[in-house]
């Protein structure tokens, strides 16, 4: 499945929870613990976010898209996992561990990039490889 589609999928169903979630708080609790400063920081981050990352997801490549956000799931579920009491990783462990991971996530950005100009230069050559007449083939 394509990134954009997965994303605006992933994105629809956030919403909905977002809803539901937010309706069982209001109902539950009442506003009585309610921050209306933070619900409208969060409010006014969503509006301005939604067009930003619509108009990203058109604009960035299908294969850039992927290995840009796989990155950043891994590095927050990384970062979860070592910080938990589970894994109790200490602070030096923590940062090699980092060092390694943002380096292995450049390394697949930049292959991601690199296949996808190749590919976009083998289209181009290929129209205009058709666009030649006959005789000049």
Known sequence: MEPRKVIGSVDTGE?????????????????????WDWVAAF?????????VAAWLVRLVPPRVLGSAVGG??????????LDSDWAGVPGTAAACVYVALYALWA????????????????????AEE???PVAAR
């Open 107 to 126: 390394a697949a950005l930049a292959y991601s990039v690199r296949a996808h100009l190749g590919e976009r230069t083998a289209r181009a050559a290929a």
């Open 72 to 81: 950043v799931i891994v590095v927050t579920n990384v970062r979860t996992l």
């Open 130 to 132: 058709e666009r030649r």
């Open 43 to 51: 409010l006014v981050g969503g509006l301005i976010a939604a067009p």
């Open 15 to 35: 919403f909905l929870v977002a809803v539901a979630a937010s309706l069982g708080f209001l109902l539950s609790l009442g506003s009585q613990e309610l921050k």
